[in-house]
């Protein structure tokens, strides 16, 4: 069985049938810069800046929004089985968000030739008050960030978020050009699946520069479902195809996840947050 696959069935409640990578373009919508960002998705971009195994990361000195609230996990679940955060439920691999139906796997191996690394749950982060805008946060050995998020936005468009992203990840990184980046094609036993069902999400990645010699990206997979945005963010080596399929096969996943959640058990509409 195959590492994506592994990883698919840890971040899905229900079996996984099939997991597909293939690769996509650069989606247009990303090429737009001139979004005005949501204070959320400033807070959202702040936070994958900054995330790198625990250091500041391309955020030259800015200060994270102090309304973030952030609980650590350190990638072992019995520190919060007893205990989930606000909101969330555990069970003995991973957290799962109530509301939105979002799954984080609290840490996995991922296999490669020049030995495994982890991936790890290092903190789940809230950026409101109703616990309707959160997500998990992820490192990989040091060498890359991976952040899952689930945001119950219903009145704002997905090209309006996209806009606003990229808007918000130019003020905090150095882009240099445009990439794309692998799509993960996710089926449940029950037949679910992200496409056709679901719309395709939209994908795509920056350059930003070396780190040490090393070239570097930053990509974003984002798709709407139910109200709920789903959206990974991650920074790695461009070289670092394991990273980008972990990060891609944990968007897929949870895309799914979302949307079975929120088919059966929709969650109340509400103030924006």
Same mark, same amino acid.
Request: charged share 25%.
């Given at each position: 069985?195959?590492?994506?696959?592994? *990883?698919?069935?840890?971040?899905?409640?229900?079996?996984?049938?099939?997991?597909?990578?293939?690769?996509?373009?650069?989606?247009?919508?990303?090429?737009?810069?001139?979004?005005?960002?949501?204070?959320?998705?400033?807070?959202?971009?702040?936070?994958?800046?900054?995330?790198?195994?625990?250091? =500041?990361?391309?955020? @030259?000195?800015?200060?994270?929004?102090?309304?973030?609230?952030?609980?650590?996990?350190?990638?072992?679940?019995?520190?919060?089985?007893?205990?989930?955060?606000?909101?969330?439920?555990?069970?003995?691999?991973? !957290? =799962?968000?109530?509301?939105?139906?979002?799954?984080?796997?609290?840490?996995?191996?991922?296999?490669?030739?020049?030995? /495994?690394?982890?991936?790890?749950?290092?903190?789940?982060?809230?950026?409101?008050?109703?616990?309707?805008?959160?997500?998990?946060?992820?490192?990989?050995?040091? /060498?890359?960030?991976?952040?899952?998020?689930?945001?119950?936005?219903?009145?704002?468009?997905?090209?309006?978020?996209?806009?606003?992203?990229?808007?918000? =990840?130019?003020?905090?990184?150095?882009?240099?050009?445009?990439?794309?980046?692998?799509?993960?094609?996710?089926?449940?036993?029950?037949?679910?699946? *992200?496409?056709?069902? *679901?719309?395709?999400?939209?994908?795509?990645?920056?350059?930003?520069?070396?780190?040490?010699?090393?070239?570097?990206?930053?990509? =974003?997979?984002?798709?709407?479902?139910?109200?709920?945005?789903?959206?990974? @963010?991650?920074?790695?080596?461009?070289?670092?195809?394991?990273?980008?399929?972990?990060?891609?096969? !944990?968007?897929?996943?949870?895309?799914?996840?979302?949307?079975?959640?929120?088919?059966?058990?929709?969650?109340?509409?509400?103030?924006?947050?």
């Amino acid at each position: 069985m195959s590492a994506a696959r592994l *990883l698919a069935d840890a971040a899905a409640g229900d079996a996984i049938a099939s997991v597909a990578v293939r690769s996509n373009e650069f989606s247009p919508v990303f090429e737009r810069a001139d979004g005005k960002p949501a204070e959320a998705v400033l807070s959202h971009e702040g936070k994958a800046a900054a995330l790198w195994s625990g250091r =500041i990361f391309f955020a @030259r000195g800015k200060i994270l929004d102090a309304r973030v609230a952030d609980t650590r996990i350190a990638g072992e679940i019995e520190r919060v089985a007893a205990k989930a955060p606000q909101g969330w439920t555990s069970d003995d691999t991973k !957290l =799962i968000h109530r509301e939105s139906g979002l799954q984080c796997p609290a840490a996995f191996t991922l296999p490669g030739e020049d030995g /495994d690394r982890l991936l790890a749950l290092t903190a789940v982060s809230a950026y409101d008050r109703r616990n309707r805008d959160v997500s998990c946060n992820y490192a990989i050995d040091g /060498d890359a960030a991976v952040t899952l998020y689930a945001s119950y936005y219903p009145e704002m468009t997905l090209d309006d978020h996209a806009a606003g992203a990229v808007a918000a =990840i130019r003020q905090n990184f150095s882009i240099r050009g445009e990439l794309p980046v692998a799509v993960i094609e996710v089926e449940g036993e029950s037949g679910d699946t *992200l496409e056709p069902k *679901l719309p395709v999400p939209l994908s795509g990645a920056f350059d930003v520069g070396d780190i040490n010699g090393v070239p570097f990206k930053t990509a =974003i997979w984002l798709a709407k479902t139910h109200g709920w945005h789903v959206k990974t @963010r991650a920074t790695y080596a461009q070289s670092d195809v394991t990273a980008e399929i972990a990060a891609a096969v !944990l968007f897929g996943a949870n895309y799914l996840n979302i949307d079975f959640k929120n088919r059966g058990d929709p969650t109340q509409p509400g103030p924006e947050v």
